[in-house]
Every structure is written in structure tokens, then in C-alpha cells.
T-cell receptor, first 111, second 112 residues
Framework: DVKVTQSSRYLVKRTGEKVFLECVQDMDHENMFWYRQDPGLGLRLIYFSYDVKMKEKGDIPEGYSVSREKKERFSLILESASTNQTSMYLC??????????FGQGTRLTVV | RKEVEQDPGPFNVPEGATVAFNCTYSNSASQSFFWYRQDCRKEPKLLMSVYSSGNEDGRFTAQLNRASQYISLLIRDSKLSDSATYLCAVKGFSGGYNKLIFGAGTRLAVHP
């Protein structure tokens, strides 16, 4: 079974904090993705990576950065958390032409 | 215009009904297509891939219409357990890289 693991299910952070969300997959997938999901807005792509050390902006990259130093790990960084970044964050991974598998999600609240 | 669009629903259907969802996409260079199911407060789960020749898995049938740029999902003999949100996803090259974009989802409620 494919396993995509996100480091936390729930997280509460203060405005201005630097926040790290970690994601690890065990299927040797080249592609990894970070999305956020908000009611009425669906899944929006923040960043994706098609290989180690490679990254591309998605549709809403502002306020975020990513790191992919190893193939199995893709980290999302909120440089200075703001209340409008309160959301469900979902990591996914896939082979290039295939559908993606998701982690269980991290519900982040910024206060 | 959004890259991937779906009717948000909800679709309220009785058990045993047949229900169909459509999803349109704007990028004609899109290469791969998928349907996902998402239960409340859970992560999306891959339901099926959509091939040019169509794809059937039990009560679920997915089809692709490249000319009109839409994919569809048909659920026959609906069960209570089919109640969920169904997301379509489109993968295609964007700037040379595989980008996976989702629709906002269609909610299905199956009632007794």
C-alpha cells in the first residue's frame, strides 16, 4: 500500500511564526504536491516538485516555500504565518503520469 | 475561467438510482484524468483513472471526451455508502512539468 505521511494532524501556531509541514512518501514517487483545501474553494495547488531539489509554483505560492532535499520528503514552509493561512493542508505524491495519493492532512490554525 | 470545473451539487438521490457527474477542463494539452472520492474531514482517495477508451470498475464508469474537454463519472445502483464529495483531477504539462489540478468537487447524498 502507498503510504504518504504528514507529520501532524492538527497544529496551532501564532501569527508571525515560521511553520514547517513535513510530508514523507514510501513509494519512490517522483512527483510531490502541496495543496490547501478551504470550504467552497476546493483543493488549490501551492507548490509541486517533479524531482529532488526541483520545485515549481502552483496557483497560490505567496507566503509559502518548499524544500525537497530527498526524494521521499517534501516540506512546506510558511515563512511568517498569518491568520489567512488557517486551512487544511494536504500533501500528495505520484509517478509522473499517474494519479496522486494523499496524506491524511494537517489542519493548521493560526491565531 | 478555472482550469477544472465541476457542478458543486449537492446531488440528492435515492438508493438504487443512477447518477452522473461531469467535469470540464480548459487545458487542451492535459494528459491524464482521474476521479477521487473525499469523505467529510478525510483526505481525497483515488477512485479511478479515466482513459481515452473509458474505464469501468463495478458500479462506476468513467469516460473522457477530449473533443469537448470533459470527463464524466457514472454511478449505477447508488448505495448509502456512496455519499461523499467526488473530485475530478487533471494532470498536464504546465511549463514542462506535470501539474495536477483538482475541481472543487461535487457533493453526492444518497438517501434511503
Amino acid at each position: 500500500d502507498v503510504k504518504v505521511t504528514q507529520s501532524s494532524r492538527y497544529l496551532v501556531k501564532r501569527t508571525g511564526e515560521k511553520v514547517f509541514l513535513e510530508c514523507v512518501q514510501d513509494m519512490d514517487h517522483e512527483n510531490m504536491f502541496w495543496y490547501r483545501q478551504d470550504p467552497g474553494l476546493g483543493l488549490r495547488l501551492i507548490y509541486f516538485s517533479y524531482d529532488v531539489k526541483m520545485k515549481e509554483k502552483g496557483d497560490i505560492p505567496e507566503g509559502y516555500s518548499v524544500s525537497r532535499e530527498k526524494k521521499e520528503r517534501f516540506s512546506l514552509i510558511l515563512e511568517s504565518a498569518s491568520t489567512n493561512q488557517t486551512s487544511m493542508y494536504l500533501c500528495a505524491s505520484s509517478f509522473p503520469a499517474d494519479g496522486a495519493f494523499f496524506g491524511q492532512g494537517t489542519r493548521l490554525t493560526v491565531v | 475561467r478555472k482550469e477544472v470545473e465541476q457542478d458543486p451539487g449537492p446531488f440528492n438521490v435515492p438508493e438504487g438510482a443512477t447518477v452522473a457527474f461531469n467535469c470540464t477542463y480548459s487545458n487542451s494539452a492535459s494528459q491524464s484524468f482521474f476521479w477521487y472520492r473525499q469523505d467529510c474531514r478525510k483526505e481525497p482517495k483515488l477512485l479511478m483513472s479515466v482513459y481515452s477508451s473509458g474505464n469501468e470498475d463495478g458500479r462506476f464508469t468513467a469516460q473522457l471526451n477530449r473533443a469537448s474537454q470533459y470527463i464524466s463519472l457514472l454511478i449505477r445502483d447508488s448505495k448509502l455508502s456512496d455519499s461523499a464529495t467526488y473530485l475530478c483531477a487533471v494532470k498536464g504539462f504546465s511549463g514542462g512539468y506535470n501539474k495536477l489540478i483538482f475541481g472543487a468537487g461535487t457533493r453526492l447524498a444518497v438517501h434511503p
